[in-house]
């Protein structure tokens, strides 16, 4: 007799834990054919109400770990991903991919990761200035997580679509709210697995799968998410800049297929920082007519 | 022979206003021409020091802007973004020259039309103004340099609208960056300070910048309105009230339309007891009564550590004596004209809140004209977080002191506003310096200073106080298309 | 309590930030001063001004001479003031104080092994008790900059406390030398140390070192001057001495005393330049805020 198998239960994750939406509510994963392949949680506003409180409480522990340390916990991710290639793959075969674009989007995600996680501690030697300004002081300007960053994942792809986009808005030490592909949710949450294994702190990302015309709104009018971020949904862009008037949430909006391989870079982690200037005077005494 | 105890005054040193030329009626600036709004209508600007009449603008309607805006495009397509960039740098080093000839007019001016100290006109405002242009002609050639692997273009056409408190300066931070960087101009002044925006229109046509270039049209909020809704411009930069701010990312939502938001503040000022306190009480001075208090980032919520807020609120009060309020063309005034009755009406509002609200007052004792639209240095002690005068902006001269006990308590309390624009440390220890400069939610910190700016400084802020960056190698991403 | 005891009472020094003190200094040097401020505030120049010879070729000759032009600064133009005093070498005080009589113009006298200070303790006393003993209204003393700069603070405290008991009636004007001093924060420190230790006046420099009495330094001063006042109710004077030699930088001083002091410290009680070439330049501003005319040094005597 064939051994009857343990099916997964796929919950949200959120404040570093895996709970079921508080709302009870589910909805099904369809494979392309349409029949069911996993009822996921149907997350409401009050699970991205918990969620935004968990990233706000996580982004110190995250943007204060050291850059250094950030780029390890990213290589990390790349790392766990690597030994669950097989899970991924066919889970994206389960929602309708070919084998080889499978193991390509798969593998294309952990090379993406660990090139994110080269960029940690480099990103700000690249942007940062020391302006010389014309006064006596020194003047410094330098780049600073703006926040808690609201994502919508990119609906076209499961895996790398997410990667893309996360890891630079992570790498700058930001804490995230993920709003996972709707039609193609599986690997988000097996990602928050990887996740939640790889020592980045719990809240830090938070996914929450469910349908995303119910969940813009309160995320994008949410006043504590600092900047969002989402890619197509060209139909919602009106409305998600409505909605993020309030609290002068920073807008990032792309319309990329993120399976082309210049879909990575220095910008996508700089959308998502902020610039602070320092200033501090400089005592200028002795030495001044010194010619070395 | 010992000499007489009388107080010794200065006497009035007015700056003459004999070398400046304004004329009585002022037209739009479009397509290189001055032209007449097809609006037929005027409104009058007058001096805040003593409400009289200077001269009258033009109201630009809808036709104007669509003219001005059609003017700014033809001339992006047809000479500014085919022309090489190394000559598009000489002709901004060309305005940054003529306007430095021209300084002094340009000072005068400002102060008349503002109510600005001349001092502050001459010695600040103008200069950085010369400067802007000066730091973003040499950008012009040398934008690949900024923006490593990226190809880089201009955006097009771009709206800019600018408050009154800085009516040059802002104009210059708006017009500089966006020529360089090789985009056309229409912009607005705000009603209250059009003039030297005009002059500005009057050096850009002697310098012989191609017609259409830049265009500068004058009029009300619906004038603005009509900029931020024009369907052929591509980026709209603000720089005013975040109320307003908020109106126009509205207006834009799902637009293509980029845009740069500096908005309002309540920016935090931290005295440790350890700071060196005169520098200190400088730094609050200047952070406050600076430009009467019409400054964005003006440190308008003082916080002084308890161990010595006897003593700074000492040394502040005996600091405010020496202020001199009046006639901003007085080489000798500190605090100027309020811009406006409405602004003064505003100042004033929240001053009787101040005391409705419990809180002690303190004004200079000084003499204060009596034409004209003047707020005494203005400060509020026994004031609470929670207190209304703590968490508004009010854009004038008035400060909020509270103190604080611990560093942990005063990060909490500075961050704890919806702006982040600015905030002033002031310690001797370096460590904590660091430690503040860090923590402290907001886009420009100044440690052991307050209220400096310079071309090449990046300057702008977090969360309500707006984004994007003005200045620096940073504020030209703002007017560039990155891909 | 003995002066000496008081050091235990020496409040810590407030750090200076020279880039503030720079700003600060520039807003009163863009004070515009005209008409007839200009007028009154020229005038009480040349009243506070300690007229001053220190040199090793200083003569009864030079002194006599020195002490006739404080009195008569320029006499073709009626109603100016004098000095108020001549400030020389104690072995010149006897003269000097005979020189002066009755006019109101002050001796004072350099001691404490002026200008390096580098004596023991009983010479500089000695030195003082013969400036006082020859008729010094006031004494111009220097502080030990090489024990101030090793850290013996309390030394250098001690040795101003018992100069002031030697001076008896003659008021003690501390030199700090601040050009050896090197930084504001030296400057502020050893300020409150002299004012606690008894000092009527605190000086800036001998005018032997360079740089000498800078606004900054001198503002420096001021503010410790302005503390020590606020917390005890006790004014202490000032006397920038050394490289004000125009009008306008003296202007400037004045606008800055008027500002962080107040107007009770413009007097020659309060405040004093000590400075040979001044009081000319004045004059010389004088008559042409008079006369409208630029005028000659040709027609304004040296002594």
Known sequence: ?292 | MTSKNKNWEYSPSLESTGHIKLKKKYDLFINGKWTKSSSKKYFKTINPNDEKLIAEISHANQNDVDLAVKSARKAYDTVWSKMPANERGKYIYRIARIMQERAKELAVIESLDSGKPIREARDIDIPLACNHFFYYAGWADKLDYAFPNRKISPLGVAGQIIPWNFPLLMAAWKIAPALAAGNTVVLKPAETTSLTALKLAEIIEESGLPAGVVNIITGHGDTGASIVNHPDINKIAFTGSTGVGKIIQKAIAGTDKKATLELGGKSANIIFDDAPLDQAIEGIVNGIFFNQGHVCCAGSRLFVQENIADKVIRKLKHRMKSLVVGNPLDKNTDVGAINSKDQLQIINKYIKLGKKEGAELYQSTCSIPKKGFFCPPTIFTNVAQSSILVQEEIFGPVLTIQTFRTVDEVIQKANNTPYGLAAGVWTDKGARIFNLTTKLKAGVVWANTYNKFDPASPFGGYKESGFGREGGMHGLSAYLKLS | MKNQNKFNLLPLSPTVDKVGVEERVSRFQKRSIKTNSKMDGLKMVLNMIDLTTLEGKDTPGKVRQMCYKAIHLHDSFPGLPTVAAVCVYPSMVGLAKSMVKDSGVKVASVSTAFPSGQAPLDVKITDTKYAVEQGADEIDMVISRGKFLAGEYSFVFDEIAQIKEVCGEARLKVILETGELATLDNVRKASDLAIYAGADFIKTSTGKIQPAATMQVTYTMLMAIRDYYDETGIMVGMKPAGGISNSKLALHNLVMVKELLGDEWLTNEWFRFGASSLANDVLMQILKTDTGKYQSSDYFTID
């Open chain 1, 1 to 292: 007799m064939k051994r009857v198998e343990i099916l997964k239960t796929y919950k949200i994750y959120s404040g570093g834990k895996f709970p079921r939406t508080e709302s009870g509510r589910y909805y099904m994963a369809l494979d392309k054919k349409g029949n069911p392949i996993a009822n996921m949680c149907l997350g409401s506003r009050k699970d991205v109400r918990n969620a935004v409180v968990s990233a706000r409480k996580a982004l110190g522990a995250w943007s204060g770990k050291t850059a250094f340390n950030r780029s390890q916990i990213l290589y990390r991710i790349a790392e766990v991903i690597e030994g669950r290639k097989s899970q991924f793959v066919e889970e994206l075969i389960l929602q309708g991919s070919q084998k080889n674009s499978a193991i390509k989007e798969v593998e294309d995600s952990i090379d993406r990761i660990v090139y994110y996680a080269g960029w940690c501690d480099k990103f700000c030697q690249i942007g940062s200035s020391v302006n010389p300004v014309s006064s006596s002081h020194f003047n410094f300007s330098t780049y600073e997580p703006v926040g808690v960053v609201g994502l919508i994942a990119p609906q076209d792809s499961s895996l790398l679509g997410l990667v893309s986009l996360l890891m630079p808005i992570i790498a700058g030490g930001n804490t995230c709210v993920v709003l996972a592909n709707e039609s193609l949710p599986l690997c988000s949450i097996t990602f928050s697995e990887v996740l939640h294994a790889s020592d980045v702190p719990g809240g830090a990302v938070n996914i929450i799968t469910g349908h995303i015309s119910e969940l813009i709104k309160p995320l994008s009018t949410h006043m504590d998410v600092n900047a969002l971020a989402f890619s197509g949904l060209n139909e919602l862009k009106k409305e998600i800049d409505l909605f993020s008037v309030e609290n002068l949430k920073r807008v990032r909006s792309y319309d990329l297929n993120w399976k082309n391989t210049d879909t990575q870079g220095l910008h996508y982690i700089t959308d998502f920082q902020e610039v602070k200037t320092t200033w501090h005077p400089i005592e200028n005494i002795g030495g001044a007519t010194s010619t070395y």
